[in-house]
């Protein structure tokens, strides 16, 4: 809490000065954590993202939104069905790219801050984020696979299931944690923040943030992915030990 609050403190004190010959910028912001490391016991964790903003042109502070997008992944959906009893495949949906992991976050509902226009434009809330989803299923139409996408991912923690909180102190000072899960995918993050004033965004930053596996996890994740036969051999020789070392034991119990 201490780190937390000497951050913003920083923060602040930096924008009471700058430089005469240079317009103050409207927005900055930052996180107290570049990198999410996941190592063995790796149980989730919070990243503070902190800033603050300027008057622009004596219409307020504004609001203050940020949108956290994981690297895109490919994505199948299959619809099951019964057919004389049996559960089959009965539709598939599938992305070419889509977030690995989604998280907003803002100083008031969205559609208090801007109109669905902009929201589209910059794909700002899950209503408005664009997912194209080629389905080959001749019951379901794609809004249906899009629910279901959103629906497990939600269910897996990866999507936010609202949009959270960001505290503003002073009128300045604006502050978040964003919640990273145990099972949250590896790569580069962007974080977006966005500073809108009656409807319009006028003033963006992009942040990168790096989720990656570090230690002995990560070597063994490597050697998987890069050496995958030696490690399935590996695996399968490992197995048979543990097979015979507990035969041994019950034998001689």
């Known amino acids: 809490m201490r780190f937390r609050l000497a951050l913003l403190l920083a923060l602040c004190a930096a924008l009471s000065w700058s430089p005469p010959a240079r317009a103050a910028e409207p927005l900055v912001a930052d996180l ?3 990198l999410v490391a996941i190592t063995t016991g ?15 042109d004596g219409k307020g502070g504004g609001d203050v939104v940020v949108v956290v997008r994981g690297p895109n992944r490919a994505e199948t959906l299959r619809r099951k069905a019964r057919n004389t009893g049996i559960w089959v495949n009965s539709g598939t949906g599938k992305l070419d790219g889509a977030p690995s992991f989604y998280w907003v976050a803002a ?28 389905v080959k299923d001749g019951e379901m139409d794609p809004a249906e696979y899009r629910k279901a996408l959103i629906r497990l991912k939600q269910k897996q923690g990866l999507f936010g ?8 102190l002073s009128q300045r000072l604006f502050r978040t944690d964003m919640h990273f899960p145990a099972n949250v995918p590896v790569g580069t993050y962007m974080v977006e923040v966005y500073l809108l004033v009656a409807g319009q965004v ?16 990560a070597d063994v ?24 070392l507990a035969a041994v034991a019950f034998k001689k119990g």
């Open 221 to 244: 994740f490597d050697f998987a992915h890069q050496q995958a036969a030696a490690y399935g051999l590996i695996a399968i020789a490992l197995a048979a030990l543990a097979g015979w």
């Open 161 to 168: 299931d609202k949009v959270h909180q960001i505290g503003m």
């Open 32 to 34: 107290s954590n570049h």
């Open 202 to 217: 006028v003033s963006a930053q992009t942040t990168p943030l790096v989720v990656s596996k570090i230690g002995i996890g």
């Open 42 to 56: 790796f149980a989730g964790t919070d990243v503070l993202l902190f800033g603050a903003i300027e008057d622009v």
């Open 107 to 134: 100083t008031r509902p969205l559609e208090e801050i801007a109109p669905e226009v902009i929201l589209d434009r910059h794909q700002i809330g899950l209503e408005h984020l664009d997912l194209d989803i080629r």
